[in-house]
């Protein structure tokens, strides 16, 4: 065998070896991608167990007292991000329309999106959970949603 055939064989057998090792690679890529995904379905899996607890523990039903505690401590960071945002509305001179929820100036008259007319005795009030804190209510279960929720989590019917 010659000098040259010998480097062209080494090549192609590194070549190949090379093809294999990427194959290996991108099928490990692949797979790893798949777990991730799995993780992820999960993750959101006890995101829909706990905001189904905590329905239960905001619409007065019993529930366990190992979560207690923790929807406690979620309805009091809910009361404050409530605050925040009341804060934060001031500070950016806005409200929220009472028909549609969009942001608008406080000096507006009419909302931008919906054109509703802002009537002051048609604001939502303070203690006006449902408004206040981007919450939603099933029409079909009365289950209560993230007000970003487009189908209701428990029953599965459309909240918009």
């Known amino acids: 065998m010659s000098f040259i055939e010998s480097i062209g064989k080494k090549v192609g057998n590194a070549a190949h070896a090379a093809v294999k090792k990427s194959g290996e690679i991108v099928e490990a890529q692949k797979i790893s991608v798949s777990i991730k995904s799995e993780e992820d379905k999960i993750n959101n899996f006890y995101v829909q167990v706990g905001k189904l607890i905590y329905n239960e523990y905001y619409l007065g039903k019993e529930i366990d007292e190992s979560v207690k505690d923790i929807c ?9 991000i409530k605050d925040l945002k009341t804060k ?3 500070v950016k001179k806005i409200k929220r329309c009472a028909i549609c929820g969009k942001e608008i100036e406080k000096s507006k008259n009419f909302c ?10 048609l604001m939502p009030k303070d203690d006006d959970y ?4 981007d919450k939603i209510e099933c029409k079909n279960c009365s289950y ?5 929720d487009e189908l209701c989590i428990k029953c599965g019917d459309g909240l918009k």
């Open 130 to 133: 449902s408004f206040n804190s």
């Open 112 to 121: 931008t999106l919906c054109g509703s007319k802002q009537d002051i005795s």
């Open 144 to 148: 209560i949603n993230d007000i970003k």
């Open 72 to 80: 406690n401590q979620l309805k009091e960071t809910e009361i404050k």
């Open 88 to 90: 934060l509305a001031e």
